[in-house]
């Protein structure tokens, strides 16, 4: 096995495919989730998996922007309501568990944003106030690829496994998110600094 030549061959990959979803984003759907990030009083902010993972990064980047951020399931969060924002990553739109705490977010009055490889899933129509069509591929979801599926979607391909280039795509896009909403806020990188962490 000939690693060099592997290990080349999947990160040209792999960084392609990223280039693919980064140019599909619909600047109207980005401009629209910025805007209720930066008018929001509090934001909280919940995935699954490794989906998860990258929402958790974004919520630290938040508290980086000033902003009062919680994930939802720490301990110290604190009671939702209207003019908040509750944002969401379900990749393929029908996290089962997910339903209930959806519903009774929509019920305090916050708006809720969904990131999405599913727009037509029936987390983002039922519940989201704010889609964000992530297109890539997702983990149980319909690739895009398949000239038969129901509905066809406009994602790029991938050749890694499960829903890997949804939920790489995710943690890169917040990062472009939250630098978005730092230009909107008129903050520098030096004071997102100075919220960091400081007893490390």
């Not at 919680?70 to 379900?90: C, E, K, N, R």
Request: hydrophobic share 40%; aromatic share 8%; net charge negative.
């Amino acid at each position: 096995m000939d690693y060099k030549t592997m290990y080349e061959e999947i990160t040209r990959a792999i960084v392609e495919e990223h280039r693919q979803v980064f140019e599909r984003l619909d600047m109207e759907q980005l401009k629209v989730f910025v805007r209720a990030i930066v008018d929001a009083k509090r934001i909280f902010v919940m995935g699954a998996g490794r989906e998860g993972i990258s929402c958790r990064g974004f919520a630290m980047r938040l508290a980086h922007l000033g902003k009062s951020a919680h994930w939802l399931w720490d301990d110290t969060a604190v009671a939702m309501g209207p003019g908040d924002l509750f944002i969401v990553s379900d990749g393929r739109g029908d996290i089962g568990m997910f339903d209930y705490v959806l519903n009774r977010a929509k019920q305090t009055g916050a708006r809720i944003a969904m990131l999405t490889g599913l727009p037509e899933g029936k987390s983002a129509v039922r519940y989201a106030d704010i889609v964000l069509f992530v297109h890539s591929t997702v983990y149980m979801g319909e690739t895009g690829n398949d000239p038969n599926a129901p509905v066809q979607h406009d994602v790029a391909p991938t050749n890694q496994p499960m829903g890997n280039q949804y939920e790489q795509h995710l943690y890169m896009l917040l990062d472009v998110v939250a630098i978005f909403a730092m230009r909107e806020m008129g903050q520098t990188y030096e004071e997102m600094e100075t919220r960091h962490r400081n007893i490390e």
